[in-house]
């Protein structure tokens, strides 16, 4: 990276609550759910003056244009715009948003699936996130097709097929507005927003657990679609959409 982006990162670094929430994440100790939870409750009281530090960044072109090369589409159609990566100690601060582009409420991450690393998230605008948790089961359940990622040590983006098996659903938990989810690297869950319009979540991710995840789809159907590009006008249009619905 040149120095001119560096700069860029020191410029949002110089934004007072982001300055807050990497101190927290960047104090002594490993950084483990607890107080990836305790940041994302700090995000989740303090909404006004997260979305300042989203104002900040729409108002510098250079540290929107680092934070747009980085950032994503999932398949089923939402963002992942990833805010700020530290290396070490290892964490993210990412915002999911699902735009408002339909009267129906949207997907979200349909296929059950596990993460590498922890997280909490709180959500910042909309009506909320459903999830679901599961769990293999040798008795009754739905079937599925298993498949691991990062498992293929010469090739960690290949998905392996690892048999079928059963999941039943132990928890079904709505995450509302202010409120704030946690997840470990053991939960396998389905997320999708609640309501149709604009949702969007404040996502603090914590340093890699482990090499490999887990994902399920129903027999025949395959996950293996790649992320879409996001372009920085989608990137300015999207936060700027956040702001004025979480700021209203
Ligand atoms: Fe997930």
Known sequence: ???????????????????????????????????????????????TRFLSWLKEILQDGVAMRVAAARSYWHPNGFAKLVLHTSAEPEF??????????????P????NPHSHRWEFASTVLAGGGLHMEEFEETTRSGKLFDRYRYG?????????????????KRVAAPH????????????VVHTVRPIEAGLTATVVIQGPRRVQSTVVYCEPGQSDDQPNGMLTEAQFRWLLKSVVAEAGA
């Open 1 to 47: 990276m040149n120095s001119t982006l560096n700069s860029a990162i020191d410029v949002s670094r110089g934004h007072r609550f982001f300055g807050e929430l990497t101190e927290q994440l960047s104090a002594d100790g490993p950084i483990e759910l607890h107080r990836l939870r305790a940041v994302a409750q700090y995000v989740a009281e303090n909404p």
């Open 92 to 105: 993210r601060i990412r915002l999911h948003v699902w735009p408002l582009i339909s009267d129906e409420p």
């Open 107 to 110: 997907a979200g991450e349909s």
């Open 151 to 167: 498992a293929d040590p010469a090739n960690r983006a290949a998905l392996l097929s690892d048999g079928a098996v059963r999941l």
């Open 175 to 186: 995450v509302r507005r202010g409120a704030v989810y946690q997840c470990d690297t053991d």
